[in-house]
């Protein structure tokens, strides 16, 4: 995939998931295109360009990523385009619901199909990984909030997963 000046944001982060398996999360309207007035380099991404050379490529136009993987783990910067799908952390992540919580507060205002769907796999993998009571309020918290914001989350959605919460 060939990236240059003039390609739509929401055109590389549906290309990306499909070719790649990763979630490209950046700030901004899904509309924006990447411009600049700036002479401006192109990239080739490949299976082998790494996340920092995509990070580089794209703070060119002022946009600034994160890269995650099926699983909600926020893909390291030294990582190739190739490892994305399997990369895990060697560490335990002690806090692994609040930090996906996080990435739903990212996603929970979209309406995209392409975003219902992480939005729905992050709860999923929330929800098993979900222990104490206060991880329960704040899943609980989240949900409400993603069905008062999101018009494509709707009460069966969100009744589902209060049920495979409790």
Request: overall charge neutral; aromatic content about 10%; charged content about 30%.
């Amino acid at each position: 995939m060939l990236l240059e000046q003039g390609i739509k944001l929401l055109d590389l982060k549906k290309s990306f998931k499909a070719e790649f398996g990763g979630l490209l999360i950046y700030e901004g309207s899904p509309n924006k295109v990447l411009s600049s007035k700036n002479k401006i380099l192109t990239l080739e991404l490949t299976k082998k360009t790494t996340i920092r050379e995509f990070e580089k490529f794209l703070q060119q136009f002022n946009v600034s990523i994160k890269i995650y993987n099926s699983s909600g783990i926020k893909v390291d910067s030294n990582v190739e385009m190739s490892e994305i799908q399997n990369f895990t952390k060697e560490e335990i992540e002690l806090d692994f619901v609040k930090k996906n919580l996080k990435l739903i507060s990212s996603l929970k205002d979209s309406t995209l199909f392409l975003d219902m769907d992480w939005l729905n796999r992050i709860y999923h993998q929330i929800i098993y990984a979900t222990e104490t009571i206060e991880d329960k309020k704040l899943v609980i918290k989240s949900l409400q909030d993603t069905l008062v914001t999101n018009s494509k989350f709707t009460q069966d959605d969100y009744d589902h997963f209060i049920k495979q919460l409790n």
